[in-house]
């Protein structure tokens, strides 16, 4: 990196361990060679990144996904009328997705990364919450990374979600299930995978995983629980409060994230775009499969 790029745009650590703001770019613009490559480098480097007030539209915001690659479809949730990759994320009755997840882990090319947009922020609460999962990784004592080392997980949609803890319309909780599960998905990941740009490991953990190969359910969910810890211990977390028209971009190999369900029955609503990711690959050079 150049100082000339370093002054001209600006990056802002806002912690320890992951997360930074951009500053001085305009995502409504159409972004030149040296500013998406300082985007792509600043997500690998930081994990996710943030701009703010931006108030992107749909087509601004597909434009902006495409610096990091090609965006693709929920695999099963449609996106919005007039919209091609759009998924929308709104919640109401105070519900939110209030568990640790790297998005779409259930299928064996998971999205690289995801662009999410502020278009409704309540007035209080509402943030999100992203880990470093290379550095939960390292952060585990040699005995527990040899277990990890060899463990492949499997991870499904037809999990058991939350929502209707905050949600008395139970009726809508269906519905959104039923389109969530239409097609049932089933992959086996390994437990760590060599991120394929920077060739640090990360743990594939998160709400998708129903089991580990090879180990009871009991045990399983014991070692899933002592794994996750690391993920989710606060020092290797950084908050984003949102404000109304901010963009996050999150390297989704690499990061868990986490929307406490703290804004009582305020409406809170972002669009998300995915881009198309890549097989993981084990450390002994295997790639995930469905199962």
């Known amino acids: 990196m150049t100082n000339t790029t370093a002054v001209q745009f600006g990056l802002e650590k806002v912690g320890a361990r992951l997360g930074a703001v951009i500053h001085g770019m305009d995502a409504r613009q159409s972004l030149d060679a040296e500013q998406q490559s300082f985007l ?4 690998l480097r930081h994990k996710v990144i943030f701009l703010r007030h931006q108030h992107l539209d749909d087509a601004q915001h597909e434009i902006l996904s495409r610096v990091f690659g090609e965006p693709i479809r929920h695999p099963t949730i449609p996106a919005p009328d007039g919209t091609d990759f759009i998924f929308d994320v709104k919640s109401r009755h105070g519900r939110s997705t209030d568990s640790w997840h790297t998005d779409v882990t259930f299928v064996p090319n998971y999205p690289k990364a995801s662009i999410l947009r502020a278009v409704q922020i309540p007035p209080y609460g509402g943030g999100t919450i992203w880990a470093n999962t290379a550095t939960a990784y390292d952060d585990l004592p040699e005995p527990l990374k040899a277990l990890a080392d060899t463990a492949w997980a499997i ?12 949600d008395a319309r139970k009726e809508e909780i269906a519905d959104f299930r039923a389109a969530f599960v239409s097609t049932i998905y089933r992959t086996e990941h390994p437990v760590v995978r060599v991120h394929p740009e920077t060739g640090e490991r990360t743990l594939v953990l998160g709400h998708f995983v129903v089991g580990l190969r090879g180990i009871p359910t009991r045990q399983a ?3 899933v629980e002592i794994l996750q810890d690391y993920v989710t211990q606060i020092d290797n977390t ?3 409060r949102w404000q109304p028209g901010d963009v996050a971009i999150w390297d989704n190999r690499a990061t868990q994230h986490y929307a406490p369900a703290d804004f009582d029955e305020e409406g809170r ?11 993981p690959v084990s450390i002994d050079g295997r790639q995930s499969r469905p199962f």
Do not use: M, P, Q
């Not at 792509?40 to 997500?43: E, K, M, Q, T, Y």
């Not at 991870?155 to 905050?166: C, M, Q, V």
């Not at 609503?269 to 097989?279: P, S």
């Open 40 to 43: 792509r480098d600043a997500l």
């Open 155 to 166: 991870h499904s949609n037809d999990y058991d979600t939350n929502f209707h803890k905050h």
């Open 221 to 223: 969910n014991r070692i």
């Open 238 to 240: 950084v908050i984003w």
């Open 269 to 279: 609503h972002l669009r998300r775009i995915t881009v198309e990711g890549d097989i």
